[in-house]
Nanobody, 119 residues
Framework: VQLQASGGGLVQPGGSLRLSCVAR????????FAWYRRPPGKQREFVAR????????FLVDSVKGRFTISTDNAKDTVYLQMNSLKPEDTATYYC?????????????WGQGTLVTVSS
């Protein structure tokens, strides 16, 4: 499976961006999508997760009320709508997809897309 993320860029504080991530080449059902981010000079951190049936969403407290995760199951695509962006949201954002099998967990990562929040 290849994950292709897009939508990053430079935005002013208070602005919005929508990240997209398309999963291509999957022959197995993707069970969950997630977004992680790596701020400059820091460790990668979890941001949000969604089940592929769109039933369960989870976001970390620091982005609740500002970010929304959604999925288009038919397109194997996950989105991260980011509103009211803050400088501390500056990071490279990575999408993740997981397929759960009876005897293994398949974990896929995209290449990352850079989000810079600055005036």
């Amino acid at each position: 499976v290849q994950l292709q993320a897009s939508g990053g860029g430079l935005v002013q504080p208070g602005g919005s961006l929508r990240l997209s991530c398309v999963a291509r080449g999957s022959t197995l059902k993707i069970d969950t999508f997630a977004w992680y981010r790596r701020p400059p000079g820091k460790q990668r951190e979890f941001v949000a997760r969604i089940t592929s049936d769109d039933r369960i969403h989870f976001l970390v407290d620091s982005v609740k009320g500002r970010f929304t995760i959604s999925t288009d199951n038919a397109k194997d695509t996950v989105y991260l709508q980011m509103n009211s962006l803050k400088p501390e949201d500056t990071a490279t954002y990575y999408c993740n997809a997981v397929t759960y099998q009876p005897a293994r967990v398949l974990d896929y990562w995209g290449q990352g897309t850079l989000v810079t929040v600055s005036s």
